[in-house]
């Protein structure tokens, strides 16, 4: 919820006139406390919590039985992840390096170009089916057949983010954000605070922590043209990221996915993930707040 290419933090650094680059490295810093603390988090739920371990057939264990010669190396495993990141980060870095920038132009905007989000992703995407055919030994139409079933899970995932974004505009043009401003002036709630309360509040109500995201970052983004914060809205996007995937419950198709892959019940599955979450989100709203005092990161 911190980091691209999650489609939230995509469209939240779009919303909120953030360098994507910039997100990515701030969301990696500040994702180690709630990392750290949703793994204390586990440790004392793991001796409170009794789960037995369930049962594997054959058929479930057979890729542990393939040669490490069959599978890919970890570097190569690794690549489709961290390309989109490097090349980004690396876009965002020539951003920052003006007069680097007009020494060496021609590397500066290639560099640009596959700096570009889509771009990056896409190559991030290629590379993934090339291991995936050469691990596989398939053919290009073999590829082709198996990618029907993500491509209709892709599909899902862009008609929940444009929905999203659709209903966060749609809140922003009724003059809910207004409304959002005057109650922070008329409280004067910190507004690290109340991006992730609104957050967290649209996360329980639906459960989608995408829509959570973008909606919030919709409302929230008139709120910083009127009152420019004393610090970098970078931290308001951290705020909402965290509070987007608070108190995982039924209504969270991830609570479904965990609880079922697990062999959780759902009261274990209340006991175990969503508590880790909670806390978790708790953790990145504090490290949100310190953070924005002790590294404002203004111009």
């Given at each position: ?92 870095a020539v951003a920052a390096l003006p007069v680097w920038r007009q020494e060496h132009s021609q ?171 909670t806390t978790a989100s708790l953790a990145g709203l504090v490290v949100a707040l310190v953070l ?8």
């Amino acid at each position: 919820s911190l980091v691209a290419p999650h489609p939230g933090p995509l469209a939240m650094a779009e919303l909120l006139h953030l360098d994507l680059g910039l997100t990515i490295i701030v969301g990696l810093v500040a994702g180690v406390g709630p990392v750290a603390v949703a793994w204390l988090t586990s440790k004392f739920v793991a001796t409170r919590v009794n789960v037995e371990v369930p049962e594997a057939s054959p058929e479930d264990l057979k890729v542990i039985d393939r040669p490490e010669s069959e599978l890919p190396g970890f570097w190569t495993s690794l690549a489709p992840v961290l390309l989109p990141i490097a090349l980004i980060g690396g876009a965002s870095a020539v951003a920052a390096l003006p007069v680097w920038r007009q020494e060496h132009s021609q590397l500066a905007t290639a560099l640009e170009f596959l700096g570009n989000r889509n771009v990056a992703l896409m190559l991030s995407t290629v590379i993934a089916l090339f291991l995936l055919a050469r691990a596989q030994k398939l053919r290009l139409t073999d590829v082709g057949r198996r990618m029907s079933a993500p491509l209709e899970t892709a599909g899902v995932i862009i008609l929940i983010t444009s929905a999203g974004g659709a209903f966060g505009y749609m809140l922003r043009n009724a003059g809910v954000g207004d409304a959002v401003k005057q109650l922070a002036d008329g409280l004067d709630m910190n507004l690290i605070l109340l991006a992730w309360l609104v957050a967290a509040v649209i996360r329980i109500a639906q459960g989608s922590a995408t829509v959570a995201m973008l909606t919030t970052a919709a409302m929230m983004q008139p709120v910083l043209e009127a009152a420019p914060p004393p610090y970098n809205p970078v931290y308001i996007f951290l705020a909402i990221g965290c509070g987007s995937f608070v108190l995982s419950w039924m209504n969270d198709s991830g609570f479904w996915v965990v609880s079922r892959l697990s062999g959780f019940t759902e009261k274990q599955t209340l006991k175990t993930f969503t508590v880790i979450l909670t806390t978790a989100s708790l953790a990145g709203l504090v490290v949100a707040l310190v953070l924005s005092r002790l590294v404002p990161l203004t111009s």
